[in-house]
T-cell receptor, first 117, second 113 residues
């Protein structure tokens, strides 16, 4: 299957700093990318959907000014957690879907573990 | 609104026995249904999907799932469980509008030797 990478795989930062997480589709063009957040032993919560070249669509309750998403190319999306606080500590997972076909499966990155001290 | 329910937090099965992980869904229109597996500190791996056609879908690693429209279910099955199947399993649904996948809460499968 298609490969999606995330970088970094884990990051520790101080409260108040910003952290950028990259998501890349390595062998396909991802028209749409998704960002999820997962708390320990819980399901994935969709944060936002981004289409290449467009502004991201955020789910209700997700602060768009805090979680900045950029999808500038068909192979790269970034999530920037601005002014991070300990409650932002979580496992962030991106996924990508090729083309605009709604029944295409999403391919998931390995996740990024963010710890804010 | 779309939703997915996985009624069991954990399923325990002995190696070699058949396993079933349950999933029910709610969606307007025809559903697109998916199963993913997650190993500790890893992303999700795609197992199988139902779009249309045969109700029995075969996927990776010997898994299969049966779509039942009348019961709005999409249970994951495997005839003979392996210890290496132990992981967290997610059922997901998407409607025809093509929005992102909506996930169930997950079911932890534990296969004992």
């Amino acid at each position: 299957g298609a490969v999606v990478s995330q970088h970094p795989s884990w990051v520790i930062c101080k409260s108040g700093t910003s952290v950028k997480i990259e998501c890349r589709s390595l062998d396909f063009q991802a028209t749409t990318m998704f960002w999820y957040r997962q708390f320990p032993k819980q399901s994935l919560m969709l944060m936002a959907t981004s289409n290449e070249g467009s502004k991201a669509t955020y789910e209700q309750g997700v602060e768009k000014d805090k979680f900045l998403i950029n999808h500038a190319s068909l192979t790269l999306s970034t999530l920037t957690v601005t002014s991070a606080h300990p409650e932002d500590s979580s496992f962030y997972i991106c996924s990508a879907r090729e083309g605009g076909v709604s029944w295409n499966e999403q391919f998931f990155g390995p996740g990024t573990r963010l710890t804010v001290l | 609104a779309q939703s997915v329910a996985q009624p069991e937090d954990q399923v325990n099965v002995a190696e070699g026995n058949p396993l079933t992980v349950k999933c029910t869904y709610s969606v307007s229109g025809n559903p697109y249904l998916f199963w993913y597996v997650q190993y500790p500190n890893r992303g999700l791996q795609f197992l199988l999907k139902y779009i249309t056609g045969d109700n029995l879908v075969k996927g990776s690693y010997g898994f299969e799932a049966e779509f039942n429209k009348s019961q709005t279910s999409f249970h994951l099955k495997k005839p003979s469980a392996l210890v290496s199947d132990s992981a967290l399993y997610f059922c997901a649904v998407r409607d025809q509008a093509g929005t992102a996948l909506i996930f169930g809460k997950g079911t932890t499968l534990s296969v004992s030797s």
